[in-house]
């Protein structure tokens, strides 16, 4: 009876894995780290240095609308989206007709409801979806370090993928800070890089109390 | 009533608050020394008085400068102290610079009687993301602790402050160094019913949490003048609206 329990016990204990996060992952050699996809903001706050290593590890790109100028002004006309998004208020005609030129799919999505970081991540998980993928990554260039409601509704994007996802990952990028969303009753294990990472480091219950949280 | 930026009122008739100034890139010196002159007592956070120091130079001497002093430069606090300031460190794990500065500035209140008292904070947004959700942070607790004294938060970009519950709030918006992007940010929780009007976008009894609808880009209709924007919540939430300095300096 006793063993039969122990048993149970260990086969719970095996079974429960962690979930990982590896934020800088991309940092490692292109064919060892895994391909993310990558949205692209329309911010100052994702320097041209991250956003080389940021589309380098990712195996699809998509802007959301000024995102494009930065793609542009940042990594030049060889640096392809493949996909552009949004209300199209932001990005430069001439910009979007080169991009366009060079195989680039031009989407122009006009809902009030949804931000242009939404409409993008609506495209990147459309493909997925086409894929049969749910366990998809995606990272955000430029989230940080840009307009405070920017920055809220970068987060608050966070919040309704993880929910709509629950096995995908989304992480924000910008030049001083990252930030992923840890789901509930999982154990999360973060590797720190510190040749890129912290020391700093903070745990967050933005738009609500969590209970009890364990670290 | 809520009025952010009546500090560029002429001074004489915009009522004084206290200061406290961060240790931030995130606060010029136009917008400081509005803010400076604006006010009655003014304490830095740690490496605020860095910024002091550096911006708006020897004369404009801090009443107190309160921290850990990881950051302060020692011939700033040297040079302010020795022109009247108060140094006061403060080892608390626990608290931010920011918090200690509060502290400071609630118990001078606490001194002369005053529960309604304000405090405006320079340098709180775009900095480092932790440090701008402390900032945050701070807004909650402060509003919680002393719910007649109004606390706003500034950056050469964006202003916020907390919205308490079940009061009608009428935030003034002055056109000419606020908006036209504002937002209401449920950060410390769900916002159950929220009415507004005088927005693009105006909630009518709907609820704002994060995860569901949050009002993150919305717009203070164009129009010459000022604007009255009217909120009403069932729980505390962030007004947050997007910042200029107006008038160009002669």
Redesign the interface.
């Known amino acids: 009876m006793v063993r039969s329990v122990l048993r149970r016990v260990a086969r719970r204990l095996m079974t429960t894995a962690a979930v990982r996060h590896d934020l800088h992952g991309f940092h490692d050699a292109a064919a060892t780290a895994p391909r993310a996809s990558l949205i692209v903001l329309n911010s100052r706050a994702c320097g041209a240095d991250l956003l080389r290593a940021l589309w380098d590890a990712s195996d699809f790109r998509v802007c959301a609308d000024g995102g494009a100028n930065r793609v542009h002004d940042l990594l030049g006309l060889d640096a392809v989206p493949d996909a552009i998004v949004g209300d199209f208020d932001s990005a430069r005609p001439e910009v979007v007709d080169a991009y366009a030129s060079r195989g680039c799919r031009v989407e122009r999505v006009r809902d009030?409801d949804a931000?242009d970081l939404e409409k993008a991540l609506g495209v990147v998980g459309a493909r997925w979806d086409a894929a049969g993928t749910d366990d998809g990554a995606v990272r955000v260039a430029g989230a940080?370090?840009t307009?405070?409601?920017?920055?809220?509704?970068a987060?608050?994007a966070l919040?309704?993928f993880?929910?709509a996802r629950p096995n995908a990952r989304a992480t924000l990028h910008?030049d001083?800070?990252a930030?992923c969303l840890l789901s509930a009753d999982s154990r999360h294990e973060l590797l720190v890089r510190r040749e890129f990472e912290g020391p700093?480091?903070?745990l967050?219950p933005?738009?609500?109390?969590r209970r009890r949280g364990t670290t």
């Open positions: 009030q931000t940080f370090g307009r405070f409601d920017h920055e809220m509704a987060i608050q919040y309704g993880g929910a910008g001083h800070a930030a700093h480091c903070g967050l933005i738009g609500g109390a």
